[in-house]
Nanobody
Framework: QVQLVESGGGLVQAGGSLRLSCAASGRTFSSGSMGWFRQAPGKEREFVARIRWSGGSTFYADSVKGRFTISRDNTKNTVWLQMNSLKPEDTAVYYC????????????????WGQGTQVTVSS
């Protein structure tokens, strides 16, 4: 089992920044991927960003490219999502997820999920 705990959410004004953290424990995947997803009220959960534990290659949704940065520290089993230039449409519950596959691309590729952390961006 893998346990994921997110932190760092909160309320911020448009144009501001937040940094989310995701601490992984238990059985971690040294060759897998970690992803961030988000779910706004009344909408489906959508992909935000992904990083591979090995090599650190990243991939972003077009809606956050250039504003968000995903990073990781393998020694601490921790992943971060730095969110800059936040917009009201970024308001959502943000979830961290773990996959054993380095090629994880969709929600179904991720086996483990955190409880989520709320991000609210005011206009």
């Amino acid at each position: 089992q893998v346990q994921l705990v997110e932190s760092g959410g909160g309320l911020v004004q448009a144009g501001g920044s937040l940094r989310l953290s995701c601490a992984a424990s238990g059985r971690t995947f040294s060759s897998g991927s970690m992803g961030w997803f988000r779910q706004a009220p009344g909408k489906e959960r959508e992909f935000v960003a992904r990083i591979r534990w090995s090599g650190g290659s990243t991939f972003y949704a077009d809606s956050v490219k250039g504003r968000f940065t995903i990073s990781r520290d393998n020694t601490k089993n921790t992943v971060w999502l730095q969110m800059n230039s936040l917009k009201p449409e970024d308001t959502a519950v943000y979830y961290c997820a773990a996959s054993p596959s380095p090629w994880a691309s969709s929600r179904s590729d991720y086996n483990y999920w955190g409880q989520g952390t709320q991000v609210t961006v005011s206009s």
